[in-house]
């Protein structure tokens, strides 16, 4: 039982580092993690009774 956590818990690191990595490295391989920038106009309404 202890063998299946230190693997799990093995793993779970290396899947973290690969995440991060992949965060700094994709943009350069095509990656495009930024949200589609558009502009929403609402109008408020203040003091409305």
């Known amino acids: 039982m202890g063998r ?3 693997w799990l818990l093995i793993l ?4 973290g ?4 990595a992949y965060a700094y490295v994709g943009p350069f391989f095509g990656a495009n993690f ?5 502009e ?8 409305a009774n």
């Open 4 to 6: 299946l956590v230190k």
């Open 12 to 15: 779970l690191i290396l899947g």
């Open 17 to 20: 580092i690969a995440l991060v």
């Open 34 to 38: 930024a949200p589609p920038q558009t």
């Open 40 to 47: 929403i106009r609402q109008p408020v309404e203040l003091d």
